[in-house]
Nanobody, 121 residues
Framework: QVQLVETGGGLVQAGGSLRLSCAAS????????MGWFRQAPGKEREFVAT????????YYGDFVKGRFTISRVTDKSTVYLHMNSLKPEDTAVYYC??????????????WGQGTQVTVSL
């Protein structure tokens, strides 16, 4: 089957940057979109960004305001989230997902284990 593994999380100061990576293993994901969601304790899972199979179509959550960029490598098995100008309210567990091109978490078919992003003052 398919496994998604996120890496790149950590502790950064406000205004800093991180690059999250998500690598897919197992069978080929044929024409799947890949996206990022985040979840803080006591809150619902929140849409961050998603990219189509080719990476040519991308969508972002309203809170991003130009700070984050999603991209995919040529083989379409890896997706990145470049995070700039990080704020304390960005602190959450960030999850990678694969599925249709949608902003709805429940529509995705596969999920990673998550990686913690903590932004301090």
């Amino acid at each position: 089957q398919v496994q998604l593994v996120e890496t790149g999380g950590g502790l950064v100061q406000a205004g800093g940057s991180l690059r999250l990576s998500c690598a897919a293993s197992g069978r080929t994901l044929n024409r799947y979109a890949m996206g990022w969601f985040r979840q803080a304790p006591g809150k619902e899972r929140e849409f961050v960004a998603t990219a189509s199979w080719t990476g040519q179509l991308t969508y972002y959550g309203d809170f991003v305001k130009g700070r984050f960029t999603i991209s995919r490598v040529t083989d379409k098995s890896t997706v990145y989230l470049h995070m700039n100008s990080l704020k304390p309210e960005d602190t959450a567990v960030y999850y990678c997902a694969a599925g249709p091109l949608t902003t709805v978490a429940s529509d995705y078919d596969y999920w990673g284990q998550g990686t913690q992003v903590t932004v301090s003052l």
